[in-house]
């Protein structure tokens, strides 16, 4: 079984800044990728950003130069640094990983229970 484990939501003030961890447990033989996404009230789930095995990142265009994805790989472990934050990055936040159980299994998306985020004054 894997888990994901989240923390660091929480309030903000606009302009603030907030730092979200991922923490993935379990039986796990490789993580191909770790990211995050996100779903505002009323809006369909978006990604946020994503972290492939050797580094590389994408992001969403609306957060592009304000956040920051990073992984742990010792730790199976990847951060969301998020900076100048604005009303609109109002969401539950959830992180996701694919993973592969054992060297024969199929990779499969297992994802985190969420976190709230809220930039507000």
Do not use: H
């Amino acid at each position: 079984q894997v888990q994901l484990v989240e923390s660091g939501g929480g309030l903000v003030q606009p302009g603030g800044s907030l730092r979200l961890s991922c923490a993935a447990s379990g039986s796990i033989f490789s993580i191909n990728a770790m990211g995050w996404y996100r779903q505002a009230p009323g809006k369909q789930r978006e990604l946020v950003a994503v972290i492939i095995t050797g580094g590389n990142t994408n992001y969403a265009d609306s957060v592009k130069g304000r956040f920051t994805i990073s992984r742990d790989n010792a730790k199976n472990t990847v951060y969301l640094q998020m900076n100048s934050l604005k009303p609109e990055d109002t969401a539950v936040y959830y992180c996701y990983a694919l993973i592969r159980t054992t060297l024969y299994s199929a990779v499969n998306r297992y994802w985190g229970q969420g976190t709230q985020v809220t930039v507000s004054s």
